[in-house]
């Protein structure tokens, strides 16, 4: 063959690629639309490969991906995929970048039988090998099942448009984005795809990308989305204090309990949770447990705003408990209204390992409920106070009210070296931000062990 010949080719592979619906999605990830593919032009069973890998740029950070491509035998899975998806993966690790995954595809090549189940096994070898290493983004835009579903699953952030499909099961059922959501198994729900592309964006801009990488940045000050006032729920305050559009709530579908974000404050890219109900159930407990563990693999400090009162199941109280203990990355929390027995200690308390513990004037400290510790401490003296009671319901409650706000105030934990300091509701951003710069670089040695024994 000519060289003419060869070129010609080579340019009309490169048209049959480049108007591909991988490609396409890939344009709209990557600044500008521009990127290097890598080995373009590697083929598969009967054709190139069903899926297109990458590097490029997001806001000017380094960030390999790959879309899988339904325009070559519908992107189906194959032992040439993985090949390319694998170097993919290898490069990442050795440059120290992000991986976004856009997963759609109608299956697997099942003609390659077990060399499809061993090009399986190594993408999610791959995959596990790169989690706390660099963040990995999944982001489902169309059919994912069975074990591709696993795969994607596995990332540190799963986005899926709402038109998309996502089971584990491969013939499709139950597969709905909203499912997905409501599992907690979706971080994010898109309206469609150009904003499941967008959000991923937004989210690969601000996280560190790798666990070696810092996630203190130092920018001029930045306008807050709101500022923060006494009569704002926790959840309110922790939207309230995140620099101006860089909120990214994760699975919002998934508990209401407890909020859940990654944003910026002052331009530090920042892990935060609102532990916001009066009781925090199992769902609530493993959201926030498996944020923080996701927050601490990079590094990335955890503010916690808390009013809750009490957990509802032991088991997974004790998981939100071992996330805490066990992060070493900057922790502040921020008590809002209640932090009653084992949600102040796992939260914000000496089992928490919390750096710097602020709370609101309105604040309430206390190591069981309010009416059970006025039981105990005022004894046989709060029947006396009842004894001529015309009206011993309302009289009790008044009661106790008094004695909450003379021994369980923030103002008597602070007395006893519960809490840092006492702020005004409308300072709790500027606190903040002084803080986080104090603690930016903070170092634990830690124990040699492989990992703590509870599963989150």
Known sequence: MSIESKIEELSSARALLNGSKAYERLSALFDDGVFTEIDAFAKSTDGYTEAVAAHGYIEGMGVYAFAQNTDIADGAMSKAQAVKIKKLYDLALKTGEPVVAVYDSIGGRLSEGTDLLAAYGDILKYSNNLSGVVPQISVVLGKCFGTQALI????????????????????GTDSTAKKAAEKGVAHILAKNENEAITKARELAAILPSNNLSSACVAYDSIDAENNTDINMTASQAAAAVCDLGSAVELQAEYSQNVKTIIATINGTTTGITALDGKVLDGKACSKAARFIRFCDAFSIPVISFVDAERFECIKSAAKLTSAYAEATTAKITVITGNAYGTVYIAAAGTGASADITLAWAKASVSALTPEAEAVIMLGDDLGGQLKNSKDPKADRAAVIKRFKEENLSAMKAAENGYISDIINAEETRSRLITSIDMLCNKRVSTL?????NLYI
Do not use: M, Q, R, Y
């Open 152 to 171: 994607a699953a596995c990332a540190d952030i799963l986005i899926i448009s709402e038109n998309a499909e996502f089971s584990l099961n491969t013939s």
């Open 448 to 452: 040699p062990k492989k990992h703590n």
